[in-house]
């Protein structure tokens, strides 16, 4: 029996817990605190006797609850609804949350949005943290993150290899009380309802994430069937991303970079075909036109033919033709309505009176 709690790395557990689902299980020890691995890739042969053994000692391991889509959904809805404060990015994550593959879609739209991305972070890990420590409160687990510790370092590393030794020297007894105090403050109602810090909020300072540093891992109790199935993942800031996906924040992002590139690349290559087939269709256009164009440009030889009787006979005027215009010229063309200038000219004609002079007669 462990004389001391256990020192467990919360982003360890963290990553279990985002990896956790319908194809990969998880396992908790509850004596020494590591964790396993079923991975389905090794050989047959390890992984019935990783089953077996953890069949056999069903009390000592516990299975890492899988999140159903039911917490999923709640999980971004309460993001949405607590730290997103813009209406159209609110409507549109309410939007993905309900269509299909809601869970990538989400956070692909979040790594897009890099205003929104250090907010779902925090949330993530804030909202994480109290479920593990919940989870553990259940399983009764006497546990320490090893990242909320300020041991030092050598000290921590003899708290490990003497967990299970009840005569330990005097630093190490005095560690073990730091650590018993420790435990106790996730057992309290604050663990679980963390409060907000009062007084005005701390001013907007550069992000800089510093490595916790860790002692190495020190498991005496591990099962000769476990060893090779054992969960150790270096630290990794914001390796858990909440994608059912995706191992890794890394590959999450190449995936996204990769997306773009590939869909640039398909626009790109549409076009260079709509290109490639007007370039076809204008030469063979310029093929044709400038057949016609020097068939047009080409003198044309004159037709030479042999008129007919009927057409000569057209062309030679006949004597009723000849008689008839003689006669149109003779015959008074119809008087017609007279011209304006015409018409002004009588009526200056009928305007102009003539006076006859008078004549006196002689007396």
Known sequence: KAQNPLILRYHRLLEAFSKSDDERDFFFDKIEGFL????????????????????????????????TFYETKKFMEGFVHEKVYDIDTKEKLLDIIDSKEARENFIEFIYDHPQELDKWQQYYHERSRIRIIEWLRNLEIRFVFEEDLEIAKNIVEKLKLNTFEPKVPKDVAQAREQLIAKAKTYYSSEALNPRPKRGRPPKQIAKVEIEPQFVPDIFRHVPQDLRSFLFMPDYSGSSATFSAKFDSEAQ??????????????????????????????????????????????????????????????????????????????????KRGRPSKEEEEEEKKQKKIKTVVPIIKKKT
């Open 36 to 67: 396993v691995f079923l991975d389905l890739d090794k050989e047959d042969s390890n992984i019935d006797g990783a089953e077996n053994e953890i069949l056999s000692q069903a009390n000592r391991y516990a299975i890492i609850p899988k999140m």
């Open 252 to 333: 999450l992002l190449a995936s996204l970079k990769g997306s773009s590139r590939d869909k640039v690349d398909m626009k790109l290559e549409i076009l260079s075909q709509r290109l490639e087939s007007l370039r076809q269709l204008s030469g063979k256009l310029k093929d044709f036109k400038g057949a016609d164009i020097d068939k047009a440009l080409q003198p044309q030889a004159p037709i030479k033919r042999e008129m007919s009787s009927f057409e000569v006979k057209q062309m030679t005027p006949s004597k009723s033709d000849s008689l008839m215009e003689v006669a149109k010229e003779l015959i008074p063309k």
